[in-house]
């Protein structure tokens, strides 16, 4: 366990749990995807969170460490090549695998060099900075099977500061595509949670400035929060009250989700209407094919042709990378 540190609660437990690593899966259209979720909460205790922070008490502390996750992942990467299947691995929808918790462990590390002695497809899913040479060069070394994806959605550093407090800075974040693009590793970012205000031009120059880095693909979504992950979220920020007439819309999206990697809690979240989405996600296309540039969103939004130039460059929803599969799409 390590000690406390002043600007976040770096302590965390090294557990013997054996987790189940689970399909993720939401559309017909979704490739085959695997869950690596080596531990239970984070150290970011982002705000809104759809995991740790969707009921009035939050769940991040303390960060629960599955200290046997990579032979976990060893002997499931094993099993998948035994049945014949050859899957994406999500390394990790619900935790950041650059947080201090498993990079001290070391947790992280041990999963990439698997992952790169299986030549196993993988995203690597994160809003930290990179922690250490030994992860950069387990990164490149696996260039051919996996991919770099930066979360970066928020406005401005002063709305990231509030509502993703110990997440790495915005330049933090782009000083790692920076460094993706400069070792040859595939980088494309992800752009959510898009908090859905009436005016979202920021998106537009969040893709400028990864594009001027050399990334240009991006996953999109809106943030989907519970009514009291709202009130939080507008207590940090009070100036964002616009949410509550997107959110409090009789057409919001409700979705019944459970919470956490192996505990359900189901907990009601709401999306932006349909027409709200549909009108923000083809303008937001429009600012990426302005740059040279594709955007992939889930295609639970049923946004007809949103994803059609993705598809063309091989992307699926949120930015797997399978040319095969791609072409099916547009068949």
Do not use: W
């Amino acid at each position: 366990m390590t000690t406390n540190d002043s600007s976040s609660n770096l302590n965390y437990i090294l557990s013997d749990e054996i987790p189940e690593v689970k399909a993720h899966s939401n559309t017909e259209y979704c490739p085959l995807i695997f869950e690596l979720i080596p531990a239970y909460g984070c150290e970011f205790e982002c705000d809104y969170c759809n995991v740790y922070s969707m009921k009035e008490q939050s769940d991040f502390h303390p960060v629960t460490v599955f200290k046997h996750y990579p032979e976990i992942v060893e002997k499931t990467i094993d099993q998948h090549v035994s049945e014949g299947l050859n899957p994406v691995y999500y390394f990790s929808p619900k935790t950041d695998v650059f947080q201090h918790a498993l990079v001290d462990s070391k947790v992280t590390e041990q999963i990439l060099e698997v992952l790169v002695r299986k030549k196993a497809q993988y995203i690597l899913v994160t809003k930290g900075k990179l922690p250490n040479p030994e992860i950069l060069e387990l990164l490149r070394q696996s260039k051919d099977t996996g991919r770099v994806l930066i979360s970066c959605g928020m406005k401005n550093q002063e709305h990231a500061s509030a509502l993703e407090p110990y997440a790495a800075s915005i330049e933090e974040r782009f000083q790692l595509a920076e460094i993706c693009v400069k070792n040859g590793i595939p980088a494309m970012g992800v752009i959510e949670p898009i908090l859905p205000l009436k005016n979202v031009e920021f998106v537009g120059d969040i893709i400028k400035r990864f594009v001027d880095i050399g990334v240009d693909h991006f996953a999109v979504d809106f943030a989907r929060i519970s009514l009291a992950c709202l009130d939080k979220l507008l207590e940090k920020c009070p100036e964002l009250v616009e949410l509550r007439d997107i959110y409090g819309d009789p057409n919001a999206i409700g979705q019944t989700f459970g919470t956490g990697p192996y505990k359900r809690d189901p907990i009601m979240r709401y999306a932006p209407s349909y027409d709200y989405l549909q009108e923000k996600y083809n303008l937001i296309d429009g600012y990426a094919k302005e740059l040279g540039a594709t955007i992939s969103i889930c295609n639970y939004f049923n946004v007809p042709g949103i994803n059609t130039r993705a598809y063309e460059r091989g992307f699926l929803c949120f930015g797997i990378y399978d040319k095969s599969r791609a072409e099916e799409l547009l068949k």
